[in-house]
């Protein structure tokens, strides 16, 4: 069995291999509340198991002296129709510091649930947190400025949802054809 | 100091000072007002809406108002077919096209695992290259109009004129090419293709000097960008600002370099960054400044991969471009260094359809233009105007 | 150009209609509104930059609806912005005239299907007097556009309502199909 880890971990890359140094920091200090790592090799991310503490690993992964992920590249929202999920993905990377990258998932229920806000700890989650909203309907705790962005503040229904159903009027203009 | 009465009438306050002088003095305090600028407003580069609450002539917050050109990107990605998504990526940086192309394809390349010809990547680097320095001078020439000085503008669009008969010339479209396409390129560049950049670039080398003497070294326009909307490098970062507003701030980073992708780590060229003699460090003048340097780079790299592309007898670029775009399952994170920073894909796919599951596009001007609430504090009006003009925003890639 | 090809007697005294006079200051002086929404917008400043110099034709845009005779709605208009596209048409002052650019204004374009934010063409908002095709259209076809307000205007008079003066137009336009196999003949003969 360990054998065949060590010869996984050899046909990891470089960059693989770095991220999965991070991500080894990030679960000894918080062990179980983050999933295993996924070590594909375009994008290689882990899960944060226990969401409440989104924001505590979120200020860890910013200032630990290890780590330093001080840019948040990327927010995507996801639908996970079949989990029956929403959920974030984040990119994220060490300007200036250190060469490594990593993805983290955030998963949270698709009816009323709600992730934690990290907008105080990148001011990029900011306003992708409200496009994450706008286009999906999860609720990001703790947001300073939760409101739609990019659709109207009056549209009905979230646009990037799967089981999307487009409103036949806006404003008495007639909407899809 | 003490207050010993307030008169209802003019809003007069009563006060003994410390030396026991009993002076009267009035609030000069105006009522904050709101002004929106936009979504109809020449100095705002498209359909954004600011809404600016002022004291007097002064900025005390300014809120962007964006989505006006929100065209469902990401949507129509889950409807069509990955190659089909190239045109809709051109459309959402217009300014831009092959960059953004490129940073597509390279991502969606990523996901396929394919190898692409030697000859096709040094035609996506001197394309994108063209594309870059048509996309900055753009940025430049409606930078002086903002600002005031419209001459500049016309300079810049006869130069970018060129650029875009030669663009046409490759693909057959002046601003929106469909050239990249995944695994390959639409065409293979006509015959006299080297011949005729390389007159470009011989023609355009003393214009950037030109335009350096008309618009950056211009007093007036250094006095109206000089220590405006200065943004401190970590801050910066914390924002996640990419390309030029990044470099602009001090910050050695870009993506040819960093992340690198294509040939660019073959090339030779030079990631400029004011060193805080002409400009302060972080303010629009140096932003400005990130902009006008680069162009020269992008000609070195021109000139380079002029030198080094391989030709070769009866080149099919469509060679490897698979018959059926069917990724595996899984997901990645591409992106490429476009002309207003990183322009990035995220992409899922379930390995059983030809469309992808989830394609969001990480836009460089909706990330650097989040900052616009902190940049814009306690600023005059018209410099807000400056502010603007040196994000350098595409209303197509923020609203997608 | 009615006037121009006129002989202009040595007095410079000119006899001519009050609406030729009218419409000819009018169509050399079209001043569009300012108003970009997207990669049209950019195709707009072209035409209005040194090469294809829109000037020339008395062209030049303005800031301000209040100023501006044409509405030049180059790119997509969306839900958001369809309410805002109507209160700057409403500002306008009468005569006003507006120009559809580009396949987006026209019937929505590239994001017919899928596009629930798009409006499937500015003309279920506001009239449109002229749609000039492309995806953008090149600086050519926009100039052709507003080539043909000029005629429009032309035909115009006082009393005369915009139905009458399309209705004139069509009268006096010419068949390109006969102009084309004309010159077909010609260059074959």
Redesign the interface.
Known sequence: MDKAMEEAGNIMSAMVQESKAAYDIIRERFGEAVSEFDANPTMPFFEVLDTARWVDIALFMRDDARLKFNCMACLSGVDYLEEGKLGIVCNFESIGQYTHRIAVKVKCQRDGGSIPSVSCVWHTANWHEREAYDMYGMVFDGHPDLRRILCPEDWTGFPLRKDYQVQETYHGIKVPY | MQELGKAELNSTRIIRQDDNRVIIEKDLDTEYMVLSMGPQHPSTHGVLRLECITDGEVVVEAEPYLGYLHRCFEKYCEKIDYPAIVPYTDRMDYLAGMNTELAYCITVEKLLDIEIPRRVEFIRVITAELNRIASHLVAIGTYGIDLGAFTPFLFCFRDREIILNLLEWISGARMLYNYVWIGGLSYDVPADFKKRVDEFVSYFKPKVVELRELLTENEIFVKRTKGIGIMPAEVAINYGWSGPMLRGSGVKWDLRRNDPYSIYPELEFDIPVPDGKFSDVGDSLSRHLVRALEIDESLKIIEQCLDKMPEVAGFDPRAVIPKRIRPKAGEVYGRAENPRGEVGFYIVSDGKSTKPLRCKARSSCFVNLSAMKDLSKGQLIPDLVAIIGSIDIVLGEVDR | MGLLDARISNRNVLVTSVDNVMNWARLSSLWP???????C???M??TN???YDLERFGIFPR?S?RQSDLMIVA??V???????VIT?YEQMPEPRYVLSMGSCSNC?G???????????GVD??IPVDVYVPG??P?PEALIGGLMKIQELIRMEGIGLSRQDALKKLAEKSVDPQQVIDQARKVATA
Do not use: D, Q
């Open positions: 509104m300012g108003f970009g929404l997207a990669c917008a950019i195709e400043m072209a930059a040194s090469n800031s609806p790119g997509t969306t839900m958001k912005m369809a309410e805002r700057l929505g590239p994001y017919w299907n899928h596009g629930y934010h798009v409006l499937k279920r908002v995806c953008p090149r």
